[in-house]
């Protein structure tokens, strides 16, 4: 069965660091997310990306955020200047057709800032 | 703003029986997701169920959406050690971009 995939599974850097967080979504889908989910916490959406813009972003996803689809195949979440707070898993997911279909997730990458 | 939340919070039960959890939300939804998490894992999709809709099934899984209520409940007949999880309900929103609320979860512990 397609899957979402993502990279690395976990990382750890240190506060102010730069970090980029890969992902492929399932081929053929066209609606790309990222979401995260603080330890112990609700998961909670960043970015929605299609037609290579994004077309939703929450409070959250502010200029030191970013999102690219550098070539067919990739997805990636770029945080800059990386806060203590900015420590949690952060999912990838996609969806074919968009709003109201099934939004398939990846297993994630656990961020950890020292 | 709208919200997904999920009663009980936490929910342990003997394998064989049925496990209900029920989500609640305020605004009004297109459809609503349940995923299942595994400790530390990713978000698996179970069951997606749209407004116009009132009961899907999946295998052991049985979804009613009430949206009179705005209320939704999963239930897991014969439950399994390996049922054993988180399990969130989502909804989307009139912003049509796919975005998703998630709501705290329901943890489910299912003993052999």
């Known amino acids: 069965e397609p899957e979402v995939t993502q990279t690395p599974s976990h990382q750890v850097t240190q506060m102010g660091q730069e970090v980029i967080l890969r992902c492929v979504p399932i081929?053929?889908?066209?609606?790309f997310y990222w979401y995260r989910q603080i330890l112990g916490q609700k998961v909670e959406f960043l970015v929605s990306?299609?037609?290579?813009?994004?077309?939703?972003k929450s409070e959250i996803f502010d200029d030191q955020f970013s999102v690219e689809r550098p070539d067919g195949s990739n997805f990636t979440l770029k945080i800059r200047s990386t806060k203590l707070e900015d420590s949690a898993m952060y999912f990838c997911?996609?969806?074919?057709?968009?709003?109201?279909?099934?939004?398939?997730f990846g297993e994630g990458s656990w961020l950890t800032v020292v | 703003s709208q919200q997904g939340e999920e009663d009980p919070q936490a929910l342990s039960i003997q394998e064989g029986e049925n496990a209900t959890m029920n989500c609640s939300y305020k605004?009004?939804?297109?459809?609503l997701q349940w995923y299942r998490q595994n400790s530390g894992r990713g978000l698996v999709h179970l069951i997606l169920?749209?407004?116009?809709?009132r009961e899907k099934h999946s295998g052991r899984l049985r979804v009613t959406l009430d949206t009179s209520k705005k209320s939704s409940s999963l239930l897991i007949t014969a439950s399994r050690a390996a049922d054993t999880a988180s399990y969130f309900c989502a909804t989307d929103g009139p912003s049509n971009t796919g975005k998703l609320i998630f709501g705290q979860g329901t943890t489910l512990q299912v003993k052999p």
């Open positions: 997911a996609s969806s074919s057709s968009g709003p109201g279909n099934t939004i398939y």
């Open positions: 081929s053929n889908h066209l609606y």
């Open positions: 605004t009004s939804i297109n459809n």
């Open positions: 990306f299609y037609n290579n813009e994004i077309s939703e």
């Open positions: 169920i749209r407004s116009n809709e």
